[in-house]
T-cell receptor, first 112, second 111 residues
Framework: NAGVTQTPKFQVLKTGQSMTLQCAQDMNHNSMYWYRQDPGMGLRLIYYSASEGTTDKGEVPNGYNVSRLNKREFSLRLESAAPSQTSVYFCASSDSLYNEQFFGPGTRLTVL | SQQGEEDPQALSIQEGENATMNCSYKTSINNLQWYRQNSGRGLVHLIL?????REKHSGRLRVTLDTSKKSSSLLITASRAADTASYFCATDKEDDYKLSFGAGTTVTVRA
């Protein structure tokens, strides 16, 4: 049981480049989430997917898009990266919106 | 905006001592959760307490919830070096189940 996996672990982009962060879970969870964590701050929700086939905006969705590819996979895309998107990105999953979340190891993204 | 805020921001204790941290929040909640994050790693769920519960235990962890004061506390008893981490409270809102995380309490346990 790998839990929640994220790829890549590290990424450096130039301003304006695009990339997709991948997330997969093997716990048969219905709900999946993308957060960003900046120094001295808690996690902020970017987008979430309550169940397969649905996605909704969180607190800080601007500059991002998501795809819930199937029940296992939830990807986050940066279409045109900006330095303000330099952060650590975490994917999480839970069996329902009301229960504990399981987190991946994170992706450290630097935008130059 | 952050719903929950932890206090203190940082805490340094000797191995074997107890560590207590607090979380205050602004609006009525369904659940409050505590998570731990070791340096450079993802968050790990510690405990969930529902709004109709007042106290919960898990191993060396004790969580209390006072909905009248909109606050919670996390107590770690008999701390160990491995407890060195950042601890976050996360709350939802009564009409919105999305979690909002505080900025965390950084705990250092000295040998």
């Amino acid at each position: 049981n790998a839990g929640v996996t994220q790829t890549p672990k590290f990424q450096v982009l130039k301003t304006g480049q695009s990339m997709t962060l991948q997330c997969a879970q093997d716990m048969n969870h219905n709900s999946m989430y993308w957060y960003r964590q900046d120094p001295g701050m808690g996690l902020r929700l970017i987008y979430y997917s309550a169940s397969e086939g649905t996605t909704d905006k969180g607190e800080v969705p601007n500059g991002y898009n998501v795809s819930r590819l199937n029940k296992r996979e939830f990807s986050l895309r940066l279409e045109s990266a900006a330095p303000s998107q330099t952060s650590v990105y975490f994917c999480a999953s839970s069996d329902s919106l009301y229960n504990e979340q399981f987190f991946g190891p994170g992706t450290r993204l630097t935008v130059l | 905006s952050q719903q929950g805020e932890e206090d203190p921001q940082a805490l340094s204790i000797q191995e074997g001592e107890n560590a207590t941290m607090n979380c205050s929040y602004k609006t009525s909640i369904n659940n409050l959760q505590w998570y731990r994050q070791n340096s450079g790693r993802g968050l790990v769920h510690l405990i969930l307490i529902r709004s109709n519960e007042r106290e919960k235990h898990s191993g060396r962890l004790r969580v209390t919830l006072d909905t009248s004061k909109k606050s919670s506390s996390l107590l770690i008893t008999a701390s160990r070096a491995a407890d060195t981490a950042s601890y976050f409270c996360a709350t939802d809102k009564e009409d919105d189940y999305k979690l909002s995380f505080g900025a965390g309490t950084t705990v250092t346990v000295r040998a």
